[in-house]
């Protein structure tokens, strides 16, 4: 197994596509024990930690595109053949890529049958934009207006047909 040197490398190698292990990801992010005065600094740094990840698993084309490609499925989810498809990517490869999605927390998976079909986590997805949104306008709501508008949702409700 190999495991990351650092947060420098460990962001790296999940940047460049290498992919970790689930145990290398968990022993990096849970290194060092926390004691009862480090408790708060220190969870807010683990949410840093983990918009870092998610961000940094986003930070590559091809899990970039298959992330939009989730989003746009929503709330149905695809099947792995069905994403590789439709992106023109081989199979081995993205399985790569939806591992690196999965551990960063922005892709789960579900087993129908046969099929496992993979789906956005839209909830994680919120958390991250809404963590890096948090301290915005330093107080000012107005000027998080034009922003707010353009995180509004972009597709009316789907109309049902009158039968």
């Not at 290194?31 to 940094?56: G, N, W, Y």
């Not at 695809?78 to 199979?91: K, T, W």
């Not at 087993?111 to 949104?133: G, K, N």
Request: glycine fraction near 8%; aromatic fraction near 4%; include cysteine.
């Amino acid at each position: 197994m190999r495991k990351p040197q650092g947060k420098k490398g460990f962001l790296k190698t999940l940047i460049r596509g290498g992919g970790l292990p689930q145990q290398a990801i968990h022993e990096y992010l849970h290194s060092r024990p926390l004691t009862v005065t480090q408790h708060f600094h220190k969870s807010r740094h683990m949410e840093s930690e983990d918009v870092i990840l998610a961000l940094a698993a986003l930070a590559q084309s091809t899990r970039l595109d298959v992330f939009r490609l989730l989003v746009r499925h929503e709330p149905d989810g695809l099947p792995a053949g069905d994403i590789a498809r439709e992106l023109a990517v081989p199979h081995n490869t993205l399985s790569s890529h939806l591992g690196i999605l999965s551990r960063a927390g922005l892709v789960r998976s579900e087993r129908r049958s046969r099929l496992i079909i993979y789906r956005a986590d839209l909830d994680r997805l919120r958390e991250v934009v809404t963590f890096l949104l948090k301290d915005c306008c330093g107080g000012h709501p107005g000027l998080c207006a034009p922003l707010i508008d353009a995180l509004s949702p972009c597709c009316p409700p789907k109309e049902v047909a009158a039968g």
